[in-house]
């Protein structure tokens, strides 16, 4: 499956409700639209979150995406990416 980085940054309300349980409930959100949570970390900088999900393709990611910021009330921003090794290949063949 294609991965995503979602990095997202928190409201001043978001902030409020941070705990495991509404971090259970993206979890939850992300499997329902056939995604892998591969991991979630906080950051300090220019985004508080990046959460790195696989899903099956663009469609669900943008849901996802849009889904989350309804559910938690943190705006994402959510890119493609691939691994070094196999942008290495893509470029090798050009």
Same mark, same amino acid.
């Given at each position: 499956? $294609? =991965?995503?980085?979602?990095?997202? #940054?928190?409201?001043?309300?978001?902030?409020?409700?941070?705990?495991?349980?509404? @971090?259970? #409930?993206?979890?939850?959100?992300?499997?329902?639209?056939?995604? #892998?949570?591969?991991?979630?970390?906080?950051?300090?900088?220019?985004?508080?979150?990046?959460?790195?999900?696989?899903? $099956?393709? =663009?469609?669900?990611?943008? #849901?996802?995406?849009?889904?989350? @910021?309804?559910? =938690?009330?943190?705006?994402?921003? @959510?890119? $493609?990416?691939? =691994?070094?090794?196999?942008?290495?290949?893509?470029?090798?063949?050009?």
């Amino acid at each position: 499956m $294609p =991965t995503f980085f979602m990095f997202g #940054k928190y409201s001043s309300e978001a902030v409020k409700e941070i705990s495991a349980e509404r @971090t259970r #409930k993206v979890i939850n959100l992300v499997e329902k639209l056939g995604g #892998k949570v591969n991991s979630m970390y906080a950051l300090l900088g220019e985004y508080d979150l990046v959460f790195i999900v696989d899903f $099956p393709g =663009t469609q669900e990611a943008m #849901k996802a995406s849009v889904g989350l @910021t309804k559910l =938690t009330g943190i705006s994402f921003s @959510t890119s $493609p990416a691939v =691994t070094v090794e196999h942008f290495d290949k893509m470029i090798a063949e050009m």
